[in-house]
């Protein structure tokens, strides 16, 4: 997600501490935050598919997926 986007989320945060937001404000904010969630899950997701435990004997396991 670029910076500009979560700047502006960021603006429209502190506009919605100091007035109501307007709808188009209420809208924009909702697009921006699932898209923000969604580009940190890609990027949470991709780490732990790259993460590994190694035991005391040396050897290397990745991580299984959850109720696998």
């Given at each position: 997600?670029?910076?500009?986007?979560?700047?502006?989320?960021?603006?429209?945060?502190?506009?919605?501490?100091?007035?109501?937001?307007?709808?188009?404000?209420?809208?924009?904010?909702?697009?921006?935050?699932?898209?923000?969630?969604?580009?940190?899950?890609?990027?949470?997701?991709?780490?732990?598919?790259?993460?590994?435990?190694?035991?005391?004997d040396?050897?290397?396991?990745?991580?299984?997926?959850?109720?696998?």
């Amino acid at each position: 997600m670029e910076q500009s986007k979560i700047d502006r989320i960021n603006e429209l945060a502190r506009l919605a501490k100091e007035r109501p937001l307007t709808e188009a404000e209420l809208a924009e904010r909702d697009a921006l935050r699932k898209e923000y969630i969604a580009a940190w899950r890609e990027s949470t997701i991709a780490v732990l598919e790259h993460t590994v435990i190694q035991t005391p004997d040396g050897k290397r396991h990745p991580l299984k997926k959850r109720g696998s």
